[in-house]
């Protein structure tokens, strides 16, 4: 069983940054392909990004493409989200997940506890 635990998530202004984290338990960190969703209050979860196992491939929503970056250390069992240009409406508790693909619906195998980001204007 792969857990998975976010961290970096917290309370910004209105164009600030944050860079969110996932560790992974085990040694097969590699095998996955990982992904970032977020659902905020009263709202359906929403793709936000996904990187290929190799990190050779990323893939992003149109709201956060430009602003986000998704990149992985396998090294280190480890998932990051960089968060730039932060908007109020990227307020949200972000998950991320592994699965055998780098997709945009949420059919992946684990997911974390999620980590609550809040950006006020």
């Known amino acids: 069983q792969v857990q998975l635990v976010e961290s970096g998530g917290g309370l910004v202004q209105a164009g600030g940054s944050l860079r969110l984290s996932c560790a992974a338990s085990?040694?097969?960190?590699?095998?996955?392909?990982m992904g970032w969703f977020r659902q905020a209050p009263g709202k359906e979860r929403e793709f936000v990004a996904t990187?290929?196992?190799?990190?050779?491939?990323?893939y992003y929503a149109d709201s956060v493409k430009g602003r986000f970056t998704i990149s992985r250390d396998n090294a280190k069992n480890t998932v990051y989200l960089q968060m730039n240009s932060l908007r109020p409406e990227d307020t949200a508790v972000y998950y991320c997940?592994?699965?055998?693909?780098?997709?945009?619906?949420?059919?992946?195998?684990?997911w974390g506890q999620g980590t609550q980001v809040t950006v006020s204007s």
């Open positions: 997940a592994a699965g055998p693909i780098a997709t945009m619906v949420p059919s992946y195998d684990y």
């Open positions: 085990g040694r097969t960190f590699s095998s996955y392909a």
């Open positions: 990187i290929r196992r190799s990190g050779s491939r990323t």
